[in-house]
């Protein structure tokens, strides 16, 4: 990916996604054991044109909850804002009762401030909140954010894997063999598609290190971090 929200600038791009999102919400409409729909994960960057890209974003939201409705009227439809989901300025009055807003924050400060615009956002229009992602911190500071999450009455959802065999997660598992291979790719320049071609790894060695990222990473294949486990408060000492 470019990194680019094509998204809202293609008429027929929409039309797919409204339409994908139909789908998932008539296959699932019954199913007891899903909370609700994530439209979009951390949409419209930062570095992209804002000014004209953020005032798409809600009209898009209403459109795909719309569809959503056609075939499952039960879920509840979580919200991100724009730029790292943390832009709540982009949302108006809530246009239907079943919604949630959700927040995304990782490396800030652990105090009111960080989350009082969202907290001020609830009390405004009386909606449900969900700091839905965070983690990749010290465990000092997990435990921070997340008693700071809990103080204000506000879901949490942390980072359960995220560096492989890095301690900042709840559980780790040792690295795939050519996985080197993987990250020097994603870092590598991107310029270009012949750029992107230039630069994969043989297909072989891929194929090798996600066969065995699917292996490794297996509950069975885990170290629970007690630490990270602690900071989530989780016991990590009792017996399951």
Known sequence: SWGYPFLFENAESRKVAVEMWR?????????????????????????????????????????????????????????????????????????ERKLVYTFHKYWCDTTQAMIQEYVDFRAKYNVPLWMGESGENTDAWISAWRNLQERNNIGWCFWPYKKLDSPRCLVTFDQPRNWDLIVRFADGPRVTFQDIRTARPPIDSVRQAFDEFLSLCRFSECRLNSGYAEALGINSKKEP
């Open 23 to 95: 789908r998932i919400a008539e296959r699932y409409a019954g199913e007891p054991t899903v909370i609700g729909y994530d439209l979009l994960n951390e949409p419209i960057a930062p570095f992209t044109d804002t000014t004209r890209l953020n005032p798409l974003l809600e009209p898009f939201y209403k459109e795909v909850v719309a569809a959503i409705r056609t075939v499952d009227t039960n879920h509840v439809v979580f919200l991100g804002g724009a730029q790292w989901n943390n832009n709540f300025r982009v949302f108006g009055a809530p246009f």
